[in-house]
């Protein structure tokens, strides 16, 4: 089993910044990717950006050029550094794992987090 234990969401007016963290906990072997998606109401859930096990990211066009993810691979954590925040940004932010476990040998999972809310305000 993964726990993914996100943090880091809130209230900023536009043009503001926030830092989303996201910590994955389980008898994990390999983390092959970690990502953020959001939601906004009534939308579906789209990706934010990904890294993955070598360090290759992708980013939502929307999002280049304003966001960055990285992550520590000894601490199995993701970040997302989002600067010049717009309204259109709000949504919840969720985390996504894709990793390969210790028990069952060599199993894949993946995971989603639990969200967290980031609201940009005009």
């Known amino acids: 089993q993964v726990q993914l234990v996100e943090s880091g969401g809130g209230l900023v007016q536009t043009g503001g910044s926030l830092r989303l963290s996201c910590a994955a906990f389980g008898n994990i072997i390999s983390i092959n990717e970690m990502g953020w998606y959001r939601q906004a109401p009534g939308k579906q859930r789209e990706l934010v950006a990904l890294i993955t096990n070598i360090g290759r990211t992708n980013y939502a066009d929307s999002v280049k050029g304003r966001f960055t993810i990285s992550r520590d691979t000894a601490k199995n954590t993701v970040y997302l550094q989002m600067n010049s925040l717009k309204p259109e940004d709000s949504a919840v932010y969720y985390c996504?794992?894709?990793?390969?476990?210790?028990?069952?040998?060599?199993?894949?999972?993946?995971?989603w987090g639990q969200g967290t809310q980031v609201t940009v305000s005009s």
């Open positions: 996504n794992t894709k990793v390969t476990m210790r028990v069952p040998p060599w199993s894949r999972r993946e995971d």
